[in-house]
């Protein structure tokens, strides 16, 4: 099944840059699993991104600074009904989405027709433990959804 999860990401992938999508940054949502949070970390970065202490533990903090650099919105979403809801909201016009590819694939399809970059987590620890992505994809899909860089 993850190999058909991949395929699904890569076509939608291409075919939201093949649909030249593009949003103000203020239109833009970078949605982050749970999972990229420091497993011994404290802090309640799910009810409020502001908790994040950016000790440089996990990833948070790095695409918390990513965000706030090209004027997006972010948010940490528990599971992915979460997510969706918060993809739906009307102000939201396209979504950066971090999170392994089983939730990718139903997260693009539920968010449809909003224009979905979807970016794989890495998982060194196994699934959903204390996951990692790779900034500069996450950078570049904020670059390709609003044309900066």
Not at 26 to 49: H, K, R
Not at 126 to 141: F, H, K, M, N, R
Request: glycine share 6%; aromatic share 2%.
């Amino acid at each position: 099944m993850q190999l058909i999860d991949q395929a699904v990401i890569g076509l939608n992938n291409l075919t939201v840059k093949g649909r030249r999508a593009r949003v103000k940054p203020e239109e833009l949502l970078i949605l982050l699993p749970t999972c990229l949070q420091a497993a011994s970390c404290e802090q309640n970065v799910i009810g409020d991104l502001a908790h994040c202490l950016r000790c440089g533990r996990c990833r948070i903090g790095p695409l918390l600074e990513l965000a706030e650099r090209y004027g997006v919105k972010v948010a940490v979403a528990k599971g992915g009904r979460l997510a969706v809801n918060r993809a739906k909201a009307p102000e939201v016009k396209a979504i950066v989405a971090v999170a392994c590819e089983k939730e990718l694939r139903t997260g693009i399809f539920a968010c449809l027709p909003k224009p979905v970059l979807a970016v794989t987590n890495e998982r060194p620890n196994g699934p959903c433990c204390e996951t990692d992505v790779d900034i500069d994809a996450v950078e570049q899909a904020i670059q390709w959804l609003t044309r900066t860089s």
